[in-house]
């Protein structure tokens, strides 16, 4: 979103998953909390399985072991001190003066049970950028690209399709 606000010549288009300009103080305590278990207990199971509790549904959890576990296994080889540091950051942000700034084709994604980059924040991201689509992944929380990848997929071949080309097939 910076970025393609702050230099429009260098962003062709822009696809916005699962995100959001600003989430505002009261996700602090939040932020604060998974910061305080990276510093003092690392990339632990606890963190890591409240985020997995956060990112996917209990259904594809259970469907999807080999998935889940790969995003575990990354999140456990994440350094604390640079996750510390990307969540300090994600707390502070605040890019909603920028969002009519874009001009580029914007894709805005996400999943309909998203509890932390709501559906609310997803709207108000499409309703700021001119010309932008928004997509709704029924039933998915905050990985919706992961939880819902043919849906991601099939949405993002067609977003980014020459104009002259069908539809891609369902």
């Known amino acids: 979103m910076a970025l393609a606000s702050a230099a429009p010549d260098v962003v062709a288009s822009l696809v916005l998953c699962d995100t959001t300009p600003?989430?505002?103080?009261?996700?602090?305590?939040r932020w604060d909390e998974r910061i305080?278990?990276?510093?003092?207990?690392?990339?632990?199971?606890?963190?890591?399985?409240?985020?997995?509790?956060?990112?996917?549904?209990?259904?594809?959890?259970?469907r999807q072991r080999g998935a889940v576990d790969r995003v575990r296994a990354m999140l456990r080889h994440t350094d604390p001190?640079?996750?510390?540091?990307?969540?300090?950051?994600?707390?502070?942000?605040?890019?909603?003066?920028?969002?009519?700034?874009i001009r580029c084709p914007t894709l805005v994604v996400v999943g309909e049970q998203d509890p932390g980059t709501t559906p609310a924040m997803a709207r108000g991201i499409h309703e700021s950028i001119a010309g932008s689509r928004l997509l709704v992944i029924p039933g998915a929380l905050h990985?919706?690209?992961?939880?819902?990848?043919?849906?991601?997929?099939?949405?993002?071949?067609?977003?980014?399709?020459?104009?002259?080309?069908?539809?891609?097939?369902?």
């Open 22 to 29: 600003c989430y505002g103080p009261e996700a602090k305590p």
């Open 143 to 170: 990985c919706s690209v992961v939880e819902a990848a043919d849906v991601f997929n099939r949405a993002l071949l067609e977003f980014l399709a020459p104009p002259d080309l069908p539809p891609t097939p369902a």
């Open 36 to 62: 305080r278990i990276a510093e003092t207990q690392g990339m632990t199971g606890n963190l890591i399985e409240k985020t997995m509790e956060i990112w996917f549904t209990p259904g594809f959890r259970a």
């Open 81 to 101: 001190r640079g996750y510390a540091a990307a969540v300090r950051a994600l707390g502070v942000v605040d890019l909603r003066a920028t969002l009519g700034a």
